[in-house]
């Protein structure tokens, strides 16, 4: 079992940067792949990154590529997400997620995760 609660959201200019956190509970944090996803109003889930947990691969939305890095640190059971150059549109509740599950699995999805933070607000303003 995995716990997962964000930290780091708030309100920023257009341009700006934040540095969301999701600090982990559970014993395996390690090895689990882990995963950003965040929630417009109106507007479904989408995919924001993930790094595997053995690999340390990372994976990216194409609207975030460039502007935000994911990392983790595992002796702090911690996944952290740098998000620079902001812009309006990337508004919305981003939240973390957790998965065991490794190898061909497509981890854009939010089917493939098994643990979801409650997610922490980022308000972008032009």
């Known amino acids: 079992q995995v716990q997962l609660v964000e930290s780091g959201g708030g309100l920023v200019q257009a341009g700006g940067s934040l540095r969301l956190s999701c600090a982990a509970s559970g014993r395996t944090f390690s090895s689990h792949t882990m995963g950003w996803f965040r929630q417009a109003p109106g507007k479904g889930r989408e995919f924001v990154a993930a790094?595997?947990?053995?690999?340390?691969?990372?994976y990216y939305a194409d609207s975030v590529k460039g502007r935000f890095t994911i990392s983790r640190d595992n002796a702090k059971n911690t996944v952290y997400l740098q998000m620079n150059s902001l812009k309006p549109e990337d508004t919305a509740g981003y939240s973390c997620?957790?998965?065991?599950?490794?190898?061909?699995?497509?981890?854009?999805?939010?089917?493939?995760?098994?643990?979801w933070g409650q997610g922490t607000q980022v308000t972008v303003s032009s």
């Open positions: 790094i595997g947990w053995s690999t340390g691969r990372t």
């Open positions: 997620a957790a998965t065991r599950l490794s190898g061909n699995y497509d981890y854009t999805k939010e089917s493939t995760y098994n643990y």
